[in-house]
């Protein structure tokens, strides 16, 4: 969607996987964290992505919903 002329996605993943790799990193959140971010409520599309951090593991998993548009 264009916002003031920028095309923009409603929710990224890849900045919320980005987001918890760098709380992790910078020991904001425990190891085994669970984070809510919502983007998108400012273009009209709000979106919610659950980025959540395992102990033990590298892997950061982010998921969510989206809608066909």
Request: proline share 4%; hydrophobic share 45%.
């Amino acid at each position: 969607m264009a916002v003031g002329g920028v095309v923009e996605s409603a929710a990224t993943g890849a900045a919320a996987a980005a987001f918890g790799a760098d709380a992790r990193e910078l020991k904001l959140v425990p190891s085994d964290a669970k984070s809510t971010i919502q983007q998108g409520r400012c273009m009209g599309r709000p979106s919610r992505l659950e980025v959540t951090l395992r102990p033990c593991d590298d892997h950061i998993l982010v998921s969510g919903t989206a809608v066909l548009i």
